[in-house]
Nanobody, 122 residues
Framework: QAQLTESGGGLVQAGDSLRLSCAASGRTFSDYAMAWFRRAPGKEREFVASISWHGAITYYADSVKGRFTISRDNAKNTVYLQMNSLKPEDTAVYYC???????????????WGQGTQVTVSS
């Protein structure tokens, strides 16, 4: 079973940048596709970005395309989400997910972290 631990969230102003990290343990990291999802208050869980097992393919939600970048370092068992030009509507709890299926839907991923809060003030 994989364990995922997110870090890097915080309170920033609109236009600022943050980098989220997700450290994985318990399984061979490169066996898993990785993704970031988020849940804003009062809203459903939303896909943000995903990356294939060796990082060759990435997907992004339209709302973050051009501003966010997902990457992974298999040697460090870590996936990252670089978030630039943050907007108040990016405010949410961000969750890291791992799965043997690669996609943009939450049910493709078997393992989930506890989440890290990102708050963007206007």
């Amino acid at each position: 079973q994989a364990q995922l631990t997110e870090s890097g969230g915080g309170l920033v102003q609109a236009g600022d940048s943050l980098r989220l990290s997700c450290a994985a343990s318990g399984r061979t990291f490169s066996d898993y596709a990785m993704a970031w999802f988020r849940r804003a208050p009062g809203k459903e869980r939303e896909f943000v970005a995903s990356i294939s097992w060796h990082g060759a393919i990435t997907y992004y939600a339209d709302s973050v395309k051009g501003r966010f970048t997902i990457s992974r370092d298999n040697a460090k068992n870590t996936v990252y989400l670089q978030m630039n030009s943050l907007k108040p509507e990016d405010t949410a709890v961000y969750y890291c997910a791992a799965g043997q299926n690669f996609g943009t839907t939450w049910y493709a991923y078997e393992y989930w972290g506890q989440g890290t809060q990102v708050t963007v003030s206007s």
